[in-house]
């Protein structure tokens, strides 16, 4: 184990130890999760992290910028076919983990929008992506993949994404330490995985629902193909965000939802 991920591994806390693998350059943390699930059979819980990712993967088939210690680029390997219906709560689970992870830190939470962004001041901070892999009777592996921006100016992201993104050393005016912030994030996505498995997603939800930006707020989103606008009023059991609509109320599991200020409005 290399010296960052021994550092890691001091601020964690105890009998919360595992496997820790570090790089300081590789593609995707999530893809290198999954291929040392299949060559080496890791234990459930192993982290991979990087000092930088030269294909850093964001949702929707976005790249993640990764440059080099500028970012926390961190992926975690779970398992929970046996217990859990579904992996699609573990974006939820790991939001309010990287929220209070944050919070612990520099002492201000980001807040979380539905279903994987983390933002100071409606920029976006961070993002998860988890993403499984299935046999055809179940999902065999989880990877929850957790990108922070920590000291990032804004002239330092590509254009398209000054307008958009921020840090948390420019939000917070605090600079986390890489290592201690990894740690807090590693036992805050530990005790909420176990909670979400003895306990379903109830606990965790109101975690997530006290820290949300999206609850509350208008707006845009697409289900089916189509188009849809209303008030974002609640996360189901499922972890599926509700929306009340002028047609009645819908559940969106997947894609991208729009927080709409309320004068752009048009319901
Ligand atoms: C998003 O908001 O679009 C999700 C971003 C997730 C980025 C992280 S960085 C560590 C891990 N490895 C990847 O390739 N992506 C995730």
Redesign the pocket.
């Given at each position: 184990m290399t010296g960052f991920a021994e550092e890691v591994r001091r601020h964690r806390l105890q009998g919360r130890e595992s496997p820790i693998y570090w790089y300081a350059s590789i593609g995707?943390?999530?893809d290198e999760a999954f291929r040392l699930e299949e060559r080496e059979r890791i234990p459930e819980g192993t982290a991979v992290i990087a000092d930088a990712?030269t294909q850093?993967?964001?949702?929707s088939g976005?790249n993640?910028f990764?440059a080099p210690g500028a970012g926390l680029?961190?992926?975690v390997l779970l398992r929970p076919a046996k217990r859990g219906p579904s992996p699609f709560p573990l974006t939820l689970v790991a939001g309010v983990a990287v929220a209070t992870a944050l919070e612990r830190q520099v002492g201000r939470p980001p807040r979380l929008k539905w279903p994987?962004?983390l933002r100071y001041e409606g920029l976006k901070v961070g993002?998860?992506?988890t993403e499984a892999r299935a046999n055809p009777d179940r999902v065999t592996s989880v990877v929850v993949?957790?990108?922070i921006n920590l000291s990032q100016l804004p002239e330092h992201f590509p254009p398209d994404l000054r307008q958009t993104a921020t840090s948390v050393a420019v939000a917070t005016g605090r600079r986390p330490d890489r290592a201690e912030l990894a740690a807090k994030v590693l036992d805050e996505l530990d005790a909420g995985y176990r909670l979400w498995l003895q306990r379903g997603l109830g606990p965790v939800a109101e975690a997530w629902r006290r820290m949300a930006s999206t609850l509350g707020r208008k707006v845009r989103a697409v289900k089916n193909g189509i188009a849809l606008e209303g008030l974002a009023e609640d996360l189901a059991e499922d972890g599926s965000l509700v929306i009340q609509t002028p047609a009645g109320p819908a559940r969106i599991q997947s894609g991208e939802v729009t927080e709409v200020e309320l004068t752009e409005c048009s319901s």
């Open positions: 995707s943390t999530n990712q850093g993967k964001g949702r976005r993640w990764s680029y961190l992926s994987n962004d993002g998860i992506l993949g957790i990108g």
